[in-house]
């Protein structure tokens, strides 16, 4: 088994940043890809951003449309560590983002949620406008 543990959520105001942070533990070498989910409410979980390294250390990262060019996800493999960096946010982006992660590697960098066997219990993310 794998936990997710998340840190980093707050209150801001449309235009700041904010950077969440993600330490998985137990079996972790068996980690493929890492990555977030959010759900504001009323809606839907969705896909925030995900990130894999191969072998020789290159790391692949892909984002939702609707955060991309704002957002940045970064991986620190010998941490089991991924951090979220949120730049000019939005009211939009108000909602918990949740940490996840799955050990396949034919999944690769998948946005379908139930792919994801790994789930943190989430950080509550406000934004003002």
């Known amino acids: 088994q794998v936990q997710l543990v998340e840190s980093g959520g707050g209150l801001v105001r449309a235009g700041e940043s904010l950077r969440l942070s993600c330490a998985a533990s137990g079996r972790t070498f068996n980690i493929h890809t890492m990555g977030w989910f959010r759900q504001a409410p009323g809606k839907e979980r969705e896909f925030v951003a995900a990130?894999?390294?191969?072998?020789?250390?290159?790391?692949?990262?892909d984002y939702a449309d609707s955060v991309r060019g704002r957002f940045a996800i970064s991986r620190i493999v010998a941490q089991n560590r991924i951090y979220l960096q949120m730049n000019s946010l939005k009211p939009e982006d108000t909602g918990v983002y949740y940490c996840?992660?799955?050990?396949?590697?034919?999944?690769?960098?998948?946005?379908?949620?139930?792919?994801?066997?790994?789930w943190g219990q989430g950080t509550q993310v406000t934004v003002s406008s």
């Open positions: 996840v992660a799955h050990d396949t590697p034919a999944w690769a960098l998948s946005q379908t949620s139930t792919l994801y066997p790994y």
């Open positions: 990130i894999t390294v191969n072998s020789e250390s290159t790391y692949t990262a």
